[in-house]
């Protein structure tokens, strides 16, 4: 991405700004939601897959050494192309991933869709921060990227107990497929209203 379009915003980001951001931090909300989405019915992923808790925790470990690994191929992502693809490509992992997870037949497929749902999210947040890089002047950038993590982690809060309640009260298949579904939509809103730097 050229240099002079970060910090390209004025010294007001205007509505455009703001809402190109609410999309944003909403998309990361709903990439937190996915990253928890397994911790809050732990329970119930050990009596769907027969797993024992050695087993469960691997799921996390193999999602986040995911999201660790991609840190920097997503950066130079970032740079090359923009945070618009790369964020719309991040929720469509995570829907694919969701999806997989949903459908599983066994462990082993369901460790795969945490990779999915690993690298997808890794894609989120430095995708944000980008766009505020561009969209906010400097001088607002720290303030914004808190602020940023503080509404995106409020997702755990609608990953624990809405979502065992409506497993128990649907499916293991209603409840992740979804989140795919909803994957999908933040994808379309992504590339439809996100906009890498102001005209």
Do not use: K
């Not at 050990?46 to 191929?73: H, K, N, R």
């Not at 995570?94 to 999806?99: E, F, K, N, P």
């Not at 939509?185 to 102001?198: D, E, K, Q, S, W």
Request: aromatic share 8%.
């Amino acid at each position: 991405m050229p240099l002079d379009h970060l910090r390209a915003a004025s010294a007001t980001p205007g509505w455009r700004g703001w809402f190109i951001w609410g999309v944003g931090v909403t998309a990361y909300m709903l990439a937190v939601v996915n990253r928890s989405s397994l911790s809050a019915v732990g329970i119930d992923t050990a009596e769907s897959f027969g797993a024992d808790a050695a087993t469960l925790s691997m799921f996390a470990v193999v999602q986040l050494a995911v999201y660790g690994g991609m840190q920097i191929p997503v950066g130079l992502l970032l740079d090359r192309y923009g945070a618009r693809p790369i964020m719309a490509i991040g929720m469509l992992l995570m829907a694919v991933g969701q999806l997989t997870l949903a459908l599983s037949p066994s462990v082993g497929v369901a460790i795969f869709a945490r990779v999915l749902l690993g690298a997808g999210d890794a894609a989120v947040f430095p995708g944000v921060l980008r766009l505020i890089a561009t969209w906010f002047p400097a001088q607002r950038g720290p303030l914004m990227s808190q602020l940023t993590g503080l509404v995106g982690q409020s997702g755990q809060l609608l990953a624990l107990a809405p979502l065992a309640a409506l497993l128990h009260a649907t499916s293991w298949e209603i409840v992740f497929g979804g989140i795919a579904a909803l994957c999908v939509l933040f994808a379309v809103l992504v590339y439809a209203c996100i906009r890498n730097h102001p005209p």
